[in-house]
């Protein structure tokens, strides 16, 4: 399994090691390719052909990929997640695949409708993480100097913020909608994406093509995009695919101790209604749990893998 030591070692601007994919990028404003900058186009490609073809990346990612089905397209297919007409706690049968809940509710719908909210917290999370890695990342990274004093001074100040009480605090006086939380933790997590990023951007803004963009004019926003940010995305995207299910289990432990938005539960708060029947329904539990677990499980398997086919040296390390 990847860890966060793992995944800094790879971005923090090392030398480039054969068939990484991420040391050369292309060149800036529409110049010719040179040999180097295609050949790290085909060591990308092959990274990621490698990954594809890895039977790890085909097991979990289908697996992830029905989860998300299921979450997103379940709703059209199941009943009504709040109607109490059912039997109470009824186990698992064929007329109610995953039984009834205490009120008599059926279940499997309520499941569903969880995952929608967890997984939209999750990936949620990522994206804003990425976004604000990459912006002061890059920026911090490619200008040097002040700016990156400055901007690392902030990702220190955040990086320090306990997300778990800030979320508790957060909830306690602004309500604890699935909007807050997303930011919550997302403003407390996108450092270590936005160190990963100031590394690549460091490194890259030292390459051949880079300096020749300058000479030739370039200004450094037109830079960064176009070259920086392409090139750095590799690493980052390794750090980001980490952040979904860490994101899912923060979540789902703020749902477990009543953070949340009680009328669209998560699977985090329907493990913490089902604490008080573990016995007479087993079942309240079993499914949500197995769910998160298989689903943070599938996304980390999906992030060593990432890892894996664009720094070969660290997994042979591992």
């Not at 030398?15 to 292309?26: E, F, S, V």
């Not at 279940?107 to 604000?132: D, K, N, P």
């Not at 994101?247 to 949340?260: D, M, P």
């Amino acid at each position: 399994m990847t860890t966060q030591s793992d995944i800094d070692t790879a971005g923090l601007g090392a030398a480039p090691r054969p068939g990484t994919g991420i040391d050369i990028g292309a060149p800036a404003g529409g110049a010719p390719e040179t040999e180097p900058v295609a050949l790290a186009r085909r060591r990308r490609s092959s990274a990621w052909r490698t990954f594809f073809r890895k039977p790890s990346t085909l097991v979990f990612g289908i697996l992830l990929v029905v989860i998300a089905l299921i979450s997103f397209l379940g709703p059209f297919f199941v009943g009504d997640p709040v109607t109490t007409s059912q039997t109470v706690l009824a186990p698992p049968s064929a007329e109610y695949p995953l039984g009834t809940d205490m009120l008599g509710r059926d279940y499997l719908a309520r499941v569903v409708y969880g995952g929608q909210i967890s997984l939209l917290v999750g990936f949620s999370v990522a994206l804003l993480c990425m976004t604000f890695g990459l912006l002061v990342g890059g920026l911090a990274g490619y200008y040097g100097g002040f700016a990156d004093t400055a901007l690392v001074k902030v990702a220190e100040f955040f990086q320090v913020l306990p997300g778990l009480v800030l979320a508790l605090v957060a909830a306690a006086l602004l309500g604890s909608s699935v909007l807050i939380i997303v930011v919550i933790l997302a403003i407390t997590m996108w450092p270590a994406v936005g160190r990963i990023a100031r590394a690549e951007a460091m490194r890259i803004s030292q390459l051949g093509y880079v300096e020749s963009a300058k000479a030739a004019g370039f200004r450094g926003p037109r830079i960064i995009w176009s070259d920086v940010i392409p090139n750095a995305m590799p690493p980052v995207l390794v750090a980001t695919s980490m952040t979904v299910g860490r994101a899912i289990l923060v979540e789902s432990g703020l749902a477990y101790l009543g953070v949340g938005d009680s009328n669209r539960p998560s699977w985090g708060a329907l493990l913490n209604s089902a604490q008080a029947y573990m016995q007479s329904g087993w079942w309240l539990a079993l499914f949500p749990g197995a769910l998160i677990f298989l689903t943070v499980l599938a996304i980390n398997i999906l992030g060593d893998g990432l890892n894996d086919a664009f720094n070969p040296t660290v997994g042979r390390v591992k």
